[in-house]
């Protein structure tokens, strides 16, 4: 068949448009992504990268992608809080909440009165039931958000106080410094990269201070010949104390003795503690402030409060993270190692391959640079871990010591059945 011949068989716009499959197909689909779509596939069918004989279908498998192209993914990497993968996945209390949240809501409206009502309010309520040190809390963004707003409400145009041995980059060349200056405070470098004591913030605290800003090594550790100044010394100091805990430990967790938590923080006297919704704490992105009242007062006053606010959607999750079950994160950090064995021993037996071997997991981005968690994998083939990543679901492996190591700790138990049957069509090859 010739080129005109060929374009002289392709279907016609209005026929597509008409054909009951891709009415069907289309039927979750907006009326102009369906015409966008169709005109799409047979433009590529005129420049002759769809075949002629191929346009129907391709328009019709198309239309049945889902409408979002984020790709939901199996994370076997054994990194608990998984940067790449989206760090914390939402427990099913907080997934159902998201949805239930999507229409109108009394996000800010008191039904009992019908009167406007605090946003979020019932959120901001189980934070506090959650951390009784606390005396009022506020949700933003996410904890660079939060860190921004404390710095800039509490000490625009002046200065923060900081331990040199506390300047980090945050990840993706975002550091500390220029993203608390960005809000008009001015970043004060206090003691040395090792070692900072109490004396060098009194001989730098002046007219000047606005506020002394605490942070904690999240993803990396100093050690050897080093002294940093505890929360419970900064507190006696006569401005307020911003604690930027990063991981979101709302109590101590003995798996995690170096990281900080909120209740300690703050009963330690920082007026302000800030951290992360989705690294330990299991939830959606979002940035938690918890402290004193009046200091968090001045911070939700602020007009960069409106510009950081976060919608309903992280209210209604946040929420059902802190009164639901156990979330994902923190089941898989305190997996049950006995469980862990049998999960790995029967993906063994259903994809008939490999060897369980012990691996080692991480807390990830989250938390926890040093800590280890022991556990088991499955071994398999170096090269299987590519063929799962591009299968479906794409299944995110670890590649250690030339073996592909499928490690269960972060993959839900509903989903090892799924899983198996991908790693048998990686193991195939398909
Ligand atoms: C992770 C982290 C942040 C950034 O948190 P986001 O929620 O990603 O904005 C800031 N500070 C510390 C100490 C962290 O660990």
């Known amino acids: 068949?010739?080129?005109?011949?060929?374009?002289?068989?392709?279907?016609?716009?209005?026929?597509?448009?008409?054909?009951?499959?891709?009415?069907?197909?289309?039927?979750?689909?907006?009326?102009?992504?369906?015409?966008?779509?169709?005109?799409?596939?047979?433009?590529?069918?005129?420049?002759?990268?769809?075949?002629?004989?191929?346009?129907?279908?391709?328009?019709?498998?198309?239309?049945?992608?889902?409408?979002?192209?984020?790709?939901?993914?199996?994370?076997?990497?054994?990194?608990?809080?998984?940067?790449?993968?989206?760090?914390?996945?939402l427990s099913a209390a907080?997934?159902?909440?998201?949805?239930?949240?999507?229409?109108?809501?009394?996000?800010?409206?008191?039904?009992?009165?019908?009167?406007?009502?605090?946003?979020?309010?019932?959120?901001?309520a189980?934070?506090?039931?959650?951390?009784?040190?606390?005396?009022?809390?506020?949700?933003?963004?996410?904890?660079?958000?939060?860190?921004?707003?404390a710095c800039t409400a509490l000490a625009g145009g002046r200065e923060v106080l900081v331990s040199r041995g506390e300047m980090v980059e945050i990840g993706d060349g975002f550091r500390l410094p220029p993203l608390v200056e960005s809000g008009g405070a001015r970043i004060r470098e206090v003691g040395m990269t090792n070692r900072t004591s109490l004396r060098d913030y009194e001989d730098a605290l002046g007219p000047e201070t606005g506020a002394v800003l605490k942070v904690h090594p999240s993803n990396y550790r100093v050690t050897g010949f080093t002294s940093s100044v505890p929360v419970r010394e900064l507190a006696g100091l006569p401005v307020p104390l911003v604690a930027d805990i990063g991981s979101g430990l709302l109590v101590p967790d003995p798996l995690l003795p170096d990281e900080m938590d909120a209740a300690t923080t703050l009963a330690d006297g920082a007026d302000v503690v800030l951290f992360s919704g989705d690294k330990l704490l299991g939830g959606p992105q979002a940035g938690i402030l918890l402290g004193r009242a009046e200091v968090l007062e001045v911070l939700r006053r602020h007009p960069m409060a409106r510009a950081l606010r976060v919608d309903k959607l992280t209210l209604a999750a946040l929420e059902a993270t802190l009164r639901g079950p156990v979330p994902p994160v923190p089941a898989s950090l305190h997996l049950d190692p006995g469980e862990h064995s049998r999960r790995t021993a029967a993906l063994r037996e259903a994809v008939g391959a490999g060897e369980v071997v012990p691996c080692v997991g991480r807390?990830?981005?989250?938390?926890?640079?040093?800590?280890?968690?022991?556990?088991?994998?499955?071994?398999?083939?170096?090269?299987?871990?590519?063929?799962?990543?591009?299968?479906?679901?794409?299944?995110?492996?670890?590649?250690?010591?030339g073996r592909c190591l499928v490690d269960l700790r972060c993959v839900a138990p509903a989903a090892d059945d799924e899983l198996a049957g991908a790693v048998r069509a990686a193991l195939a090859g398909d």
Not at 126 to 149: C, I, Q
Not at 365 to 376: A, D, F, R
Not at 391 to 396: A, D, Q, S, Y
């Open 1 to 89: 068949m010739s080129d005109t011949d060929a374009r002289a068989a392709l279907p016609r716009t209005d026929t597509l448009l008409a054909d009951p499959d891709v009415l069907a197909a289309g039927a979750g689909r907006g009326a102009e992504t369906v015409r966008r779509t169709v005109r799409s596939v047979l433009e590529r069918a005129r420049a002759g990268e769809v075949a002629v004989g191929d346009v129907r279908t391709t328009v019709l498998t198309e239309l049945a992608a889902p409408a979002s192209s984020l790709s939901p993914v199996l994370n076997a990497t054994g990194v608990v809080v998984h940067t790449n993968l989206g760090r914390a996945p």
């Open 363 to 401: 807390v990830g981005g989250g938390g926890g640079p040093g800590v280890e968690l022991p556990g088991v994998a499955l071994a398999l083939p170096e090269e299987v871990a590519a063929r799962l990543r591009r299968g479906r679901p794409p299944v995110l492996a670890r590649v250690e010591g």
């Open 126 to 149: 189980a934070l506090l039931e959650a951390v009784p040190a606390a005396e009022a809390a506020l949700v933003v963004n996410n904890a660079a958000a939060a860190l921004l707003l």
């Open 94 to 124: 907080a997934v159902e909440a998201l949805a239930g949240a999507a229409g109108h809501t009394d996000v800010e409206l008191d039904l009992a009165t019908g009167r406007r009502g605090r946003r979020g309010a019932s959120v901001l």
